[in-house]
């Protein structure tokens, strides 16, 4: 599938896949989507100094590399897991301007490392940073009580509807610990049915710029 590097309007790039129409991040700005949905209304909302994640779409790794930059900042150790059934090359990795846009070379090697280490094995990116990379479909995640967030970026439902449904929910829904927290940038009524139909508790909240909602959901 051909795979276009673009350009968002907060000056962060995405990946575009013309033949299906999608981004991997939202045109109107990734970094800003990306701090917005997980960081803002997921990552800040614990308190503990340890905290397990799972991101559904790894990706371009931006959502890890934000986790990591806010994690420095509140000295808080992350077990980050993800999942993502068709890697982005190293070479197209490498084009992405995150470390440029956030301002903060030091994570130059840090943004390597997450895309250089291998896959299916615990890697130790800093002290503090822990991320384990699996190359699978959604539907093959089986945890059970794991993870006390967990970032779901897949791809719009207009594009991938059986990523959204209640058999989804639930696997996302078992794989979380009691009370644990998942949130996501889409915010469709049959999304929300979905969630609520897998045992979560769900609340709308404003999403990020160019989106009006987003989704919240509670174990």
């Not at 803002?40 to 614990?46: D, H």
């Not at 420095?72 to 890697?87: D, H, L, M, Q, R």
Request: proline letters at 3%; a negative charge; aromatic letters at 14%.
């Amino acid at each position: 599938m051909q795979r276009e590097i673009k350009l968002t309007s907060d000056g962060s790039t995405t990946i575009y896949l013309p033949e299906i129409n999608e981004s991997y991040h939202s045109k109107h700005g990734a970094i800003q989507e990306a701090n917005h949905v997980f960081i803002k209304n997921g990552f800040n909302v614990f308190d503990q100094c340890s905290i397990s994640i799972l991101e559904i779409g790894f990706g371009t790794g931006l959502n890890a590399l934000v986790t990591f930059l806010e994690a420095e900042k509140n000295s808080k150790i992350i077990n980050y897991t993800g999942v993502e059934a068709f890697p982005v090359d190293y070479d197209e990795a490498l084009q992405m301007n995150y470390v440029s846009q956030l301002n903060a070379p030091k994570l130059d090697l840090v943004f390597k490392k997450i895309h250089q280490c291998s896959w299916e094995v615990p890697n130790e990116i800093a002290t503090n940073f822990f991320l384990t990379k699996q190359k699978k479909k959604f539907e093959e995640i089986e945890e059970y009580e794991k993870y006390d967030l967990i970032y779901f970026d897949a791809f719009a439902f207009s594009v991938q509807p059986e990523l959204w449904s209640e058999f989804i929910f639930k696997k996302m829904y078992n794989a979380l610990k009691q009370n644990g927290i998942l949130v996501t940038y889409a915010c469709r009524t049959s999304i929300k049915n979905a969630m609520l139909s897998s045992g979560f508790s769900v609340e709308k909240m404003p999403g990020a710029p160019g989106k009006r909602e987003m989704l919240r959901a509670f174990k």
